[in-house]
Every structure is written in structure tokens, then in C-alpha cells.
């Protein structure tokens, strides 16, 4: 029997977040060293999440392709 397609698992659930969760902001905050300890876990300052976008490499080279094409 086969898996409902709604109920895989794909590489989509795995993008960038842009929510943290408290643990996640406090070591972020202790890499940054802005965490200072003793200090109130609540009303944490805002961190900010840099979100990388990657090209597809394989694309690239079929647009090289088609320009050689045409030559």
C-alpha cells in the first residue's frame, strides 16, 4: 500500500524557519555574545535570521548549453 502524497515527507519542511524558539534565541544571543548570564529569559531582544538562497547549478549549465547552441 502506497503513502498519501499529503503525508510524505519532502525537503519542504526543511527550509529556513523564520521563527526561533527561545532556546534557539538565547544561543543564538550566547553566540553573539550579547547573553549575559542571570538574565530574564522572558522579553528577549528580537534576533534576525539571514536567509541564504542558492542557485541551481544544474540550470546554469543547460543555459551555457543553449547559448553554445546557438553559436
Known amino acids: ?5 499529503s503525508l510524505k515527507v ?3 519542511g526543511a527550509q529556513q524557519r523564520t ?5 534557539e534565541r538565547i544561543k543564538d544571543l550566547m ?3 550579547l ?3 542571570g538574565q530574564s529569559v522572558t522579553s528577549l ?3 534576525k535570521i539571514v536567509k541564504v538562497k542558492a542557485r541551481k547549478k544544474k540550470a546554469e549549465a543547460e543555459d551555457k548549453d543553449k ?3 546557438k553559436k
Open 1 to 5: 500500500m502506497s503513502l498519501h502524497p
Open 10 to 12: 519532502d525537503t519542504a
Open 19 to 23: 521563527v526561533l524558539s527561545r532556546i
Open 31 to 33: 553566540k553573539k555574545g
Open 35 to 37: 547573553w549575559v548570564d
Open 45 to 47: 531582544p528580537k534576533t
Open 67 to 69: 547559448v553554445d547552441e
